[in-house]
């Protein structure tokens, strides 16, 4: 099998500014020339196996670092705005989005930004949106948009919050009983903390915390850390926003909510410790879930997050669906990227999870560019802690490549070398280029139909 070449032009040139060498110093203490860096740099010639040793060994680079970039990301992102009607046959060929993502990545991002605010705009006039007809009125990008793609676009890993996280939670290396190490840390500063018979799960009232008595422990503690995080972390959590840039208030709002619930978890599974208890279980979620006393869906997104340079695990996605099929979380550092809008291709497993409760659904499954994922899915329900309280159900799906599949416990006895073991599915109907989909819902955008009335096949349309 050919070796696939790294283009990793962005990458070496942030490295080589992060540094603050010359092209020639660079090329000097890598070396090689300085063509042939500036080649490498514009991505007209792959990182040979020689730079990369090089980048390693004389500056501690995180290799893996150089194929973990934003491209696949941006090119699956640029493939669902491009498949909107508005572009028609003017869509441009997958290698020219490789090319824009690996080269152009900011270029990229303002196209993804410029259509959202088309697409935003366009929703609105269909809708009437008053806010059009008032004076001043602006077209901005959805808050709660722009932070998703914030902690899309980090890898879904926070470094300081995710280390101050692990220094509260372990201090002398030393992992605490998370509710008491909370309480006592709120109550130097003043915040008492009361289990109570309360509706909403946390709510403060002055310098009283109320905890909802009857939440399971692992949503308490959780609850608790998130305030530890706003009462001792401000800073920081101000700091990393001031970073973001966040076009409203809103949107920062709501980031620092995001940031205090990252807080949370990674203080309830400190990296090193979970890391390690992960590896040693081979990813058993239910073992990991006893260990540290916390939920399935915690234990299955703080691994989606260990992506700490130097130290990383696993590359998970993790993704959690509504009973509707919408996505409510999403993240990846996997080459499978979800759809932006809409909901998850039908055939994936998660969607069944709603049938067998309390069970875990094993899926082998084949995406359209021939890379195959070992899928596991789970229902997740959640109380509310009384017979009138609605009960939220979700679903959640945790997956890998099949190159890490051995390092999980629900890899044993599946048929991984099987071809026909593997279930063909998509990202969403709107770009998926499969012909044969049973469950197709809509015809791929960037293809023309052909509709013959004498002939039925799956569809009431041949795609060309």
């Known amino acids: 099998m050919a070796t696939q070449k790294l283009y990793a032009g962005v990458k070496l040139r942030e490295t080589r500014t992060r540094l603050g060498l010359t092209q020639k110093a660079f090329a000097e203490r890598l070396g090689v020339s300085l063509p042939y860096l500036n080649q490498m740099e514009n991505n007209h010639r792959p990182v040979s196996a020689q730079v990369v040793l090089a980048l390693a060994g004389e500056f501690g680079l995180d290799v893996t670092e150089l194929s973990a970039g934003d491209a696949e990301r941006l090119v699956s992102d640029m493939r669902e705005a491009l498949a909107d009607p508005i572009f028609s046959d003017a869509a441009p060929p997958l290698a020219d989005l490789r090319l824009a993502a690996s080269n152009a990545p900011a270029l990229a991002r303002a196209f993804l930004e410029l259509h959202r605010a088309y697409r935003q705009t366009h929703e609105r006039l269909a809708s009437l949106d008053e806010a059009l007809g008032r004076d001043g009125a602006q077209t901005v990008v959805s808050p709660w948009e722009e932070v998703r793609d914030f902690f899309h676009y ?145 234990v299955a997104h703080r691994l989606s997050t260990l992506q700490r340079p130097g130290a990383k695990g696993i590359p998970f996605f993790f993704v959690r669906v509504d009973q509707a099929g919408t996505i409510t979380k999403r993240h990846s550092a996997t080459r499978l990227q979800f759809a932006r809008f809409g909901g998850a291709c039908p055939l994936w497993n998660v969607h069944q999870a709603f049938e067998t409760p309390t069970k875990f659904l094993r899926q082998l499954a084949e995406t359209p560019d021939g890379v195959r994922y070992l899928c596991l899915a789970r229902d997740v329900s959640k109380s509310g802690g009384s017979f009138t309280a609605p009960v939220r159900r979700y679903a959640i799906c945790l997956g890998c490549e099949v190159s890490h599949a051995k390092g999980l416990v629900y890899a044993d006895d599946m048929e991984l070398g099987n071809p026909k073991a593997y279930q063909p599915i998509g990202i969403s109907c709107r770009i998926c280029e499969r012909k044969d989909c049973h469950q197709r819902s809509v015809p791929p955008l960037e293809r023309r139909l052909q509709v013959d009335p004498d002939h039925r096949g799956l569809l009431p349309y041949d795609i060309a």
């Open 154 to 298: 980090c890898d879904n890993y926070i470094d300081a919050v995710d280390r101050a996280a692990e220094r509260f939670s372990c201090p002398g290396g030393r992992r605490l009983d998370p509710i008491p190490h909370a309480i006592a840390t709120l109550a130097k500063r003043g915040i008492e903390v009361q289990f109570s018979d309360i509706s909403p799960l946390r709510e403060r009232r002055d310098d009283t915390i109320l905890i909802n008595a009857h939440a399971g422990r692992a949503t308490q503690a959780f609850q608790l850390l998130h305030q530890v995080a706003l009462s001792t972390q401000n800073d920081l959590l101000e700091a990393t926003l001031d970073l973001a840039r966040f076009q409203s208030d809103t949107a920062r709002a709501i980031a620092k909510i995001g940031l205090a619930n990252y807080f949370a978890g990674a203080a309830l599974l400190p990296y090193a410790s979970f890391l390690e208890a992960a590896q040693e279980t081979r990813h058993d979620l239910e073992r990991l879930s006893d260990i540290f006393s916390a939920s399935i869906e915690q």
